[in-house]
């Protein structure tokens, strides 16, 4: 099935930058779209950027100008590059891909997550 993993998570300075990686594996017939979501303790998770198969981007207004998210189809790899971090950003970031698997079968798929932490 399909797997995702995530990395380049940790902790960072108010203002710094953190580059977050999704490595995709598995056999799929085509994605609908790709998104990061976070989630802090005591919130719901929330979608903070996703793309879709055409290349359209939506982000959250709390990290407009901030946030980038893109995809590298040939490493199978999507990226969220976060610049002026705030202490607000801290949470645990998690991929989520929506495939088509064989058989025209429409499924989500969710990271483990990874922590990122903005000291103030």
């Known amino acids: 099935q399909v797997q995702l993993v995530e990395s380049g998570g940790g902790l960072v300075q108010a203002g710094g930058s953190l580059r977050l990686s999704c490595a995709r594996s598995?056999?799929?017939?085509?994605?609908?779209?790709m998104g990061w979501y976070r989630q802090a303790p005591g919130k719901q998770r929330e979608l903070v950027a996703a793309i879709s198969s055409g290349g359209s981007t939506n982000y959250a207004d709390s990290v407009k100008g901030r946030f980038t998210i893109a995809t590298d189809n040939a490493k199978n790899t999507v990226y969220l590059q976060m610049n002026s971090l705030k202490p607000e950003d801290t949470a645990v970031y998690y991929c989520?891909?929506?495939?088509?698997?064989?058989?025209?079968?429409?499924?989500?798929?969710w990271g483990q997550g990874t922590q990122v932490t903005v000291s103030s």
């Open positions: 989520k891909a929506e495939v088509v698997v064989v058989g025209a079968i429409v499924s989500e798929y």
């Open positions: 598995g056999s799929i017939f085509s994605i609908n779209a």
